[in-house]
């Protein structure tokens, strides 16, 4: 062991080497969980498939498909970032992760921005994958309405991750399992993302919920190739509220 | 010998949870520990459960920033402190921090990637007797080999200063023997060893310094033989605390026997009076006290099976520290 253990002086990697690194290993462990990638992509893609064959969502003025696959991604980023990311966060909890990997040189910080990382490609790999068998089945979305769909998808990511993060961090790992699960349910059978909102009266309130936000503001972008100024400035709300929830009650251990 | 300097320093650090407003109040854990520990020492961390041996350790990770009192990691203060002097300090905590779902190799190459110049994996694994199941998942591993992953994970950064929460719990001897023998290598190329362990044998073999926790404050410190060699609080205060004999009575001794010793007597390790009963004297001052016993065996007509002199270990303080 003498032979090649010696004190020198120990030194981190760059940080932005250690984040990288963080985000590839966390991508890595999510694409290989089997249950991970069941509610990120198989069940997403089924619903893509139902939806359109039974023709759930109609409207005289759109095919269903184009109304159901922007849909199915803001389901899709819901169950990646908000249930993924919040039961394997809570189980790291649990299991002591987060604090040992707060003592190594990647840090708080470094952790998190790790896990967006992490978040964000598995997002891509959705976008893809989903978008994809969408384009197949006869999505055409207008090419603008793409780049708006790539901005708000990068927020809801972001408020459902903060919002999943805040749940891990608070309650036992068990409950974060069960809770991240019905919410996610409840949120895509009838919380506006997957079923468009009714504009009238109440519905209009629901679209305060962040689901309903990111289900509006994927249609709108790619149905009108315009940028959802509100429903952004909603899911622009939320992510803030998590994260500054977050930072007061998250527990690391 | 001049000592090293100080790697790890605490002082009156108090930590408490809870508010004083909620109704369970504010909970004081930590009540003012003051602790130094060395570059190229074992510093040993020992007390009853719930101690605050867990808390203190936190507390010096810069993972729980103390409600008063300061702590200085390396120089700095470990809970505003950043990479520079995470990459300096290794972590084993008591419920390990390991990923479940994860493979050995792929945690351990992931921890490696963030250090500059790490402990080659093979080395350590070779060294830690881990080949075998590094590709196992880490959720099937015994407990023995989860501790050792641990272990190797706190090492891997080539720190100067590591934290080790129970590092043997749950090995089987084999496996102890081979960490303990890490241990002092490590010690002996400089690095500082700050653990706590419940194997009071080992701690007394391994430690350069021990510090004994109760009520969340350091109740006894020094070096083993300062410790052992401290006057107990048995009825003899004359007596050599650090020599005690212990010898077997072949029969129950009576009441009146007991009263007629000329050195108290009790018996050891809570066996009952009996035949076989080992029984202690808390100290002795000479050969004149051996010779006084030897006079009361053939007076009360009791033949020991077994007669042994000990000296006092660390195992005896703790006890004592424990029940007072």
Redesign the interface.
Same mark, same amino acid.
């Given at each position: 062991m003498s032979a090649t253990y010696a004190p020198l002086s120990p030194a981190p990697r760059p940080a932005v080497r250690r984040i990288l690194s963080h985000g590839l290993y966390e991508t890595r462990n999510v694409l290989r969980n089997g249950e991970q990638l069941l509610v990120s992509l198989i069940l997403p893609l089924l619903v893509l498939f139902g939806a359109h064959r039974l023709e759930l969502i109609t409207s005289s003025a759109t095919p269903s498909i184009d109304m159901v696959t922007p849909g199915v991604l803001a389901l899709a980023v819901m169950a990646s970032a908000f249930t993924g990311q919040g039961i394997a966060t809570g189980f790291e909890r649990q299991y002591g992760v987060l604090a040992y990997l707060a003592t190594t040189p990647l840090g708080p910080t470094g952790l998190i921005l790790g896990k967006a990382i992490a978040v964000l490609a598995v997002v891509a790999v959705q976008v893809l994958v989903i978008g994809s068998a969408g384009l197949a089945l006869g999505w055409d979305p207008e090419p603008l309405g793409l780049v708006w769909l790539g901005g708000v998808v990068v927020l809801g990511a972001t408020a459902f991750t903060a919002l999943g993060l805040l749940l891990a961090g608070t309650v036992r790992a068990e409950a974060t399992l069960a809770l991240t699960n019905v919410i996610w349910v409840l949120l895509g059978a009838a919380g506006g993302s997957v079923f468009p909102l009714n504009h009238d009266d109440a519905g209009a309130l629901l679209l305060l919920l962040p689901s309903a936000a990111l289900g509006e503001g994927l249609r709108t972008a790619s149905l009108q190739g315009t940028f959802p100024v509100l429903e952004a400035l909603i899911l622009a709300g939320w992510a803030a509220v998590a994260m500054l929830a977050a930072r007061r009650w998250f527990n690391w251990r | 010998m001049p000592q090293s300097s100080p790697c790890l320093t605490l002082r009156h650090v108090r930590y408490a949870v809870g508010s004083a407003r909620s109704a369970q109040g504010l909970r004081e854990i930590l009540s003012g520990v003051d602790l130094t520990a060395r570059a190229g020492e074992v510093t040993v961390l020992l007390g009853p459960n719930g101690a605050g041996k867990t808390t203190t350790l936190s507390c010096a !990770?810069?993972?729980l920033h103390p409600t008063q009192g300061t702590v200085q990691l390396l120089g700095q203060d470990p809970f505003r402190a950043? &990479?520079?002097l /995470? &990459? /300096?300090?290794g972590?084993m905590?008591q *419920?390990? %921090?390991?990923? !479940? $779902?994860?493979q050995p190799r @792929?945690l351990l190459r #992931?921890?490696a $990637?963030? #250090? !500059?110049?790490p402990?080659?994996l093979e *080395?350590l694994a070779q /060294?830690l007797d881990m080949e075998s199941f590094l590709s196992t998942s880490i959720r099937r591993l015994s407990g023995g080999q989860k501790q050792r992953v @641990?272990l190797a @994970?706190s090492l891997l %950064? /080539?720190?100067?200063v590591v934290f080790l929460d129970e590092p043997t719990a749950g090995l089987d001897p084999q496996s102890r023997q081979t960490v303990f023998a890490?241990i002092g290598?490590?010690r002996e190329?400089?690095?500082g060893i700050i653990l706590t362990t419940h194997l009071l044998e080992e701690a007394q073999r391994l430690a350069d310094s021990v510090f004994i926790l109760k009520d969340g404050a350091v109740v006894r410190h020094g070096t083993v033989a300062e410790l052992t060699s401290t006057a107990a609080q048995g009825p003899d205060a004359a007596a050599d605390p650090t020599r005690r004999m212990v010898f077997t009575a072949s029969r129950t001794l009576t009441r009146a026997e007991i009263a007629s010793s000329p050195l108290a007597i009790e018996l050891d390790g809570g066996v009952s009076n009996g035949p076989g009963a080992a029984w202690m004297t808390p100290g002795l001052s000479g050969p004149e006290q051996l010779r006084a016993l030897a006079t009361w065996w053939e007076q009360i007509d009791m033949m020991p099976v077994e007669v042994r002199m000990e000296a006092r270990t660390l195992e005896d303080v703790f006890w004592e520290v424990s029940v007072s």
């Open positions: - | !990770q810069g993972l950043g &990479a520079d /995470r &990459a /300096r300090v972590v905590l *419920d390990g %921090g390991l990923p !479940q $779902s994860v @792929a #992931h921890v $990637s963030l #250090h !500059q110049n402990w080659p *080395d /060294r @641990a @994970a %950064g /080539r720190p100067e890490l290598e490590l190329m400089g690095m």
